[in-house]
């Protein structure tokens, strides 16, 4: 037995199978859901709750991050949304047509989030055209973080259907 073979039975490499994807699965949308527009969503809370120096800092972070946003996708929004489209696009291919599991896996981390990415370009368009602060900003953080949980709980229950058909019709549970 040589290395290579030793390696591919200690780590599986099939995706679906594989502890380390579900777990990768799973921060991937906490992380996605706690961090609203670069800003974590418990500042927001606490904004609500305390007002004052907190909710100046949390319209001061919202503000950095909405004009970061813009920015790049001002100058560079099209390069960008083509090599998305170019990668999603690929690993379709690779996934579905030549049946490559890790690209399977891999689109369906990517797709949903590149959702969740037009999602936040879209709420800091509408901040910056409303000039949203206080309650209007809090309630559209909000509103944008409900969305963001609703796209994640679609994508992991898509992602954990598929990954189980692909379980059991490869036979990884049977032996």
């Not at 949308?29 to 609500?48: C, E, I, N, Q």
Request: glycine share 8%.
């Amino acid at each position: 037995m040589n290395w290579h073979q030793t390696i591919f039975e200690l780590i599986d490499m099939r995706s679906f199978s594989n502890l380390w994807y579900w777990i990768v699965l799973a921060v991937v949308w906490s992380t996605a859901s706690h961090w609203v527009l670069g800003v974590p969503f418990d500042m927001v809370t606490r904004a609500r709750k305390a007002g004052g120096q907190i909710e100046e800092d949390l319209e001061d972070l919202v503000r950095i991050n909405v004009n970061r946003f813009l920015y790049i996708a001002r100058l560079s929004g099209l390069w960008l949304l083509g090599m998305v489209c170019f990668v999603l696009t690929m690993l379709v291919l690779l996934g579905w047509v030549y049946d490559v599991e890790f690209a399977q896996a891999v689109f369906l981390l990517a797709f949903p989030m590149s959702l969740v990415g037009a999602l936040n370009l879209s709420t800091a368009r509408l901040i910056e055209r409303d000039a949203l602060s206080g309650e209007g900003l809090r309630r559209r953080l909000t509103r944008h973080r409900t969305y963001t949980q609703a796209i994640g709980m679609v994508a992991i229950f898509v992602t954990s259907m598929w990954g189980m058909y692909q379980n059991l019709s490869v036979g990884a549970l049977g032996g």
